[in-house]
Nanobody, 124 residues
Framework: QVQLVESGGGLVQAGGSLRLSCAAS????????LGWFRQAPGKEREFVAA????????YYADSVKGRFTISRDNAKNTVYLQMNSLQPEDTAVYYC?????????????????WGQGTQVTVSS
């Protein structure tokens, strides 16, 4: 089984920045894509960003394009999400997960049970 541990959330004012991290451990596939998702109160979990194993394919939700940047460090089994120009509508619990193909992550297909997530709160 794969374990996912997200960190880096917090409270920030609108226009501010945060950098999230997610470390994967356990029985990970030999190669895998990683992605970020978020769930706001009263809403369903939604896709945010995905990155392929070598980083050659990257996808973003329209709502975060130009503001968020996903990256990964395979030596550390870690994926990052740099979030700039944060807005109150970005407030949510952020989760990471993995799948063999980044395009599947865009379709909300994931391989692992969800971790505890990290709370991001953006004040206006």
């Amino acid at each position: 089984q794969v374990q996912l541990v997200e960190s880096g959330g917090g409270l920030v004012q609108a226009g501010g920045s945060l950098r999230l991290s997610c470390a994967a451990s356990g029985r990970t596939p030999s190669t895998y894509a990683l992605g970020w998702f978020r769930q706001a109160p009263g809403k369903e979990r939604e896709f945010v960003a995905a990155i392929s194993w070598r980083g050659g394919r990257i996808y973003y939700a329209d709502s975060v394009k130009g503001r968020f940047t996903i990256s990964r460090d395979n030596a550390k089994n870690t994926v990052y999400l740099q979030m700039n120009s944060l807005q109150p509508e970005d407030t949510a619990v952020y989760y990471c997960n993995l799948e063999r193909e980044s395009s599947n992550i865009v379709r909300m297909r994931v391989l692992s049970p969800w971790g505890q997530g990290t709370q991001v709160t953006v004040s206006s």
